[in-house]
């Protein structure tokens, strides 16, 4: 299935009573409640929200029939409202088509991330949504449930364009083209959330920030991010009363899941943020009703700061040490983009005394390495810098290979930033037969028992745009990167700024290019016939190609993850 | 032998030396294993010292386990046993109850030495145990690949061919490699490592073939199956054994044959070496030289050279090894990882 992450789905007893709740609460934010209250139009509420948000009349002229036949018995009450509501998704998706692309699809979907659109999910979506509640967690299907219901604002296929910022005015008879890549169809239905617009109102300011944070990478980054979240979190429960009538461990989890479920919309979890959510909402359970809310509260931050200090400070100064021995005079380390993990290894053997030269692969269009570069050379360390497709020529004199991981599976595979298995793969199939190394710094808050075997089921889509536009999207927080403007071939800094001095011709030209009206020659892409990007953050490293994962609880084969993983959770 | 007589010279003034009890066991007894060895000296030096607390104890441990790592050539093997120990002594101090930390440290000490030693007796049964669990990988009609002196694979094998014409005896050939590296140059009379197994399975009615290590590629499409010993399992399933073992994986590797480790299960050492570089111990097989360095050198470095790389060790990697049969089973390369996680945490 394309469960984002399996960390929501929580044993907690709250979450079902979460779910319960979710979509009454985005029904009422987008559109006053039909006032019936019949179990037949409770069934086709949602659908006349959604009608509504369209065409109004429909929902009017809806709700009157309704109201009048009250006499008739259940089960044609039941059977007329099924035969209304197909009649009604007909005419409404010939509606769509007709009206549908351009235009129309763009207005459908920015209503969409308010809430009138999420009404609508809330019936366009019901059969993936209820096909997904039975494969995945309660409070997952709800969150996806949501997401897919931005989306499913416009019809589901043919013209399935999901439009952000209107694509431009077209013929609107024409049929738009599917710009989803097929085999990566079903990660498309984690659209994130452009606004916080339309968030439930429950949803703590703090949370809101880091929500367009991580959304925009200005917090990026499985330990970032998992971090940020708990100290999110930490000022929620700060701030948090218990309301009358129920007890802390009953109703904060709820309160956390709408939390949770914001996060999620705005860019799904990782692994290290699913399993420290699910430690502290089993945490949370476990309170004693009886211990004062007060006390309770603090017990309960005192466990997030314990698990941050031990599961990852303190895990990553163990592993930065362990790590680092395996370093020795004259390596030449390659590393793939930015991982903090393996920054403090560099660090910590730079600090050792050890020479060696560091080798830094970055790819587009995060280029996390460039910040990673930055702070070695300022440190000291001989750095080079180059992107993924100088691979073959950085990998020829290297020594090591060190990778930072979003996630180790419980088959052993490394799953990482995209690129890092052609990265390992380079390295373990190198010309000239040697193998070199390939070390993975991982924490065992990012091991999960989940098994991939390809990049393809479980993955995250990111923005496609990302991939036109050579700057980075318009933020609606944090700093912009100039530098991350100009993508450089291969570039060898010593100490200071990686930026070489003249820019070559041909990036000048390339500037001068994107500087004119069409910045890039992708930027029409959704209205160009035949074209489709894709944009993925993460792949699957196979085992074979892994040598070593250094964690806090020592090192490991890849195949010894599922036994360091059950350990960890049971004690 | 240098170490050994530094160690007598030194027992002379102090009250213990735990170096020279290491290599006095190893020397007094052939069918001691180095980790076993280590143990029974730690063993040894907590009757004669006269600790009292629980941080005493375990400081001494500490110091006296660097100090014996320091003084031998090649640690590894000793490690595993030293590691055991100490980890040993912390989980039962840690537990609850009598024998906890709240308890009497005299009974704690008699309980510990007591079973310390029943640990050395239970390892040197394992071999048996490995015997039993190895015999089904010989089998009728099969040539066996082996090398070293590893006392483990005698003993299986020995167990294999059974009383001579014995009903359960397994009819089966040895192709013997023995070590060239010791011994070929100067002392022509001391034979190599593993006659003695060579005469022990020929006088039990087993066919063997003693063959240099420049052989095995030529003689191993001969052979049915590779078994060897180890000096040291480590974490990630591969073995650090005789110097030449790689070769012999690879050559296996390259042919399809299976290759086996017989190993104790003490013999697990918590290491992580990424190739034949990472080991933790300075050894010097590979020496460049140029005309000049010999005559500078003078000739008593000639034959501690020759020395070093009969005790030279290689690393054979995980995934040259179809399995590992153990006391504690047969096991995939993968499975001791589990083991040694099962053992330390």
Redesign the interface.
Known sequence: MTAPVDSTSGSTPAAGSADAQKPNSEARTGQPPPPTATPTSTTSKPAKAANGATKPPGKAKGGAVEGGEETLTGAELKKRAKAEKAARRAKEKLEREQAGGGGGGGGGDSAGAGGAGAAGTGQTAPPSAKKGGQAMGAKEAAAIGLQKGQKQAAPRRGSAQVVQQGGGVVEPKKKKEDKKVAVFGHLYGQQRRTTIAGAAKEVHPAVLALGLQMRDYVICGSNARCVATLLAFKRVIESYTTPLGTSLARHLTTHLSHQITYLSTCRPLSISQGNAIRALKLHISSVDPSVPEAAAKASLCDFIDSFIREKITVADQVIATSAAQKIQDGDVIVTFAGSSIVKQTLLTAYKQGKKFRVSIIDSRPLFEGKNLARVLAKAGLDVQYSLVHGISHAIKDATKVFLGAHAMTSNGRLYSRVGTALVAMSAKERAGGVEIPVIVCCETVKFTDRVALDSIVVNEIADADELVTAEPLAQVTGLMDKAASQPEASTTAKKGNNKPAAPSPLTESHAGMRSTASASPLKDWRDTPNLQLLNLMYDATPAEYVDMVVTEMGSLPPSAVPIVHRMSTNS | MATAKDASAGSANKPFDIVATYNNLLRSDPDLTMPIAAIEALVLLLTHSPSSTISETLDLLEKSTADLKKAIPNPIGLSAGTDLFQRYLITTLQRPGQLGPAGDFNAIRAHLLSNGRLFIRRAKESRDKIATFGRGFVRDGSTVLTNGGSRVVASLLQHAAGEKGGPSAVRFRVIYVLSSAKGNLENHHAEPEGMETVRALRAAGVPVATIPESAVAYSLGKADVVIVGAEGVV???GIVSRLGTYQIGLLAKAMGKPFYVVAESHKFV?L?P??QY?LPIEQHVIDFKTDEDLTDEAHPSDCTDKAVLGEAVDFTP?HLISALITDSGVLTP?AV??EL?KI??
């Open positions: 974490e990630n399933g918590r992580y990424l190739g990472d995980p993968s990882s589990e996680i330390w945490f």
